[in-house]
């Protein structure tokens, strides 16, 4: 069990630019957060799947926010045209099945700076 | 939907020494309370969580209690040492899809 893994660790960018970050889930965990972390808050839900279905959105995630899980493993997140605002550290969490009371396993996050 | 307030949000205790944080949260059908630990650099780590159906629930030296009538929660650190130091944060669930954090707490252990 190598834990959940997220790539890149930094990501610095110019406004306007687009990003993707990717998230390995713990193998054969069914269920996949996204999460957004800014300074001195907790992290805030932005959507999750399972397995390739993308089940909910939070209102947080813009239309300029795209996530996939197109094989039920791994996934994507894309921020197309980045504000200043978007800067934050995006996490993401792996669950093995659907119930919201398994243990949510994080990554260590990626830490996005939008200049 | 889901509210969860935590406090305090910073918290200094000597070695040795006790420290409690507590949650309260808005919505009576929560069953869940996890609380996570996440030190500079990495991911929340979850260090214990409680379900509804029980009131205390204790790991070594960390402890959770449960108060559903007042819909609050809290976690007890007892014999605190310097590697504790980290932000504790507390969590609820929202409709059984996601976890609504609290804003956390950052626990500074002196030695």
């Known amino acids: 069990d190598t834990g959940v893994s997220q790539d890149p660790r930094h990501k610095i960018t110019k406004r306007g630019q687009n990003v993707t970050f990717r998230c390995d889930p713990i193998?054969?965990?069914?269920?996949l957060y996204w999460y957004r972390q800014t300074l001195g808050q907790g992290p805030e839900f932005l959507t999750y799947f399972q397995n390739e279905a993308q089940l909910e959105k939070s209102r947080l995630l813009s239309d300029r926010f795209s996530a996939e899980r197109p094989k039920g493993s791994f996934s994507t997140l894309e921020i197309q045209r980045t504000e200043q605002g978007d800067s934050a550290m995006y996490l993401c969490?792996?669950?093995?099945?659907?119930?919201?009371?398994?243990?949510?396993?994080f990554g260590p996050g990626t830490r996005l700076t939008v200049l | 939907g889901e509210n969860v307030e935590q406090h305090p949000s910073t918290l200094s205790v000597q070695e040795g020494d006790s420290a409690v944080i507590k949650c309260t949260y808005s919505?009576?059908?929560?069953?869940?309370f996890p609380w996570y630990k996440q030190e500079l650099g990495k991911g929340p780590q979850l260090i214990i969580d409680?379900?509804?159906?029980?009131g205390e629930k204790k790991d070594q030296r960390i402890a959770v209690t449960l108060n559903k009538t007042a819909k609050h929660f809290s976690l007890h650190i007892t014999e605190t040492q310097p590697e504790d130091s980290a932000v504790y944060f507390c969590a609820a669930p929202q409709a059984g899809t996601a976890l609504i954090f609290g804003k956390g707490t950052t626990l500074s252990v002196s030695s």
């Open positions: 193998s054969e965990h069914n269920r």
């Open positions: 969490a792996s669950t093995i099945t659907s119930s919201i009371t398994d243990t949510q396993y």
């Open positions: 409680i379900r509804s159906n029980v």
């Open positions: 919505d009576s059908a929560s069953n869940y």
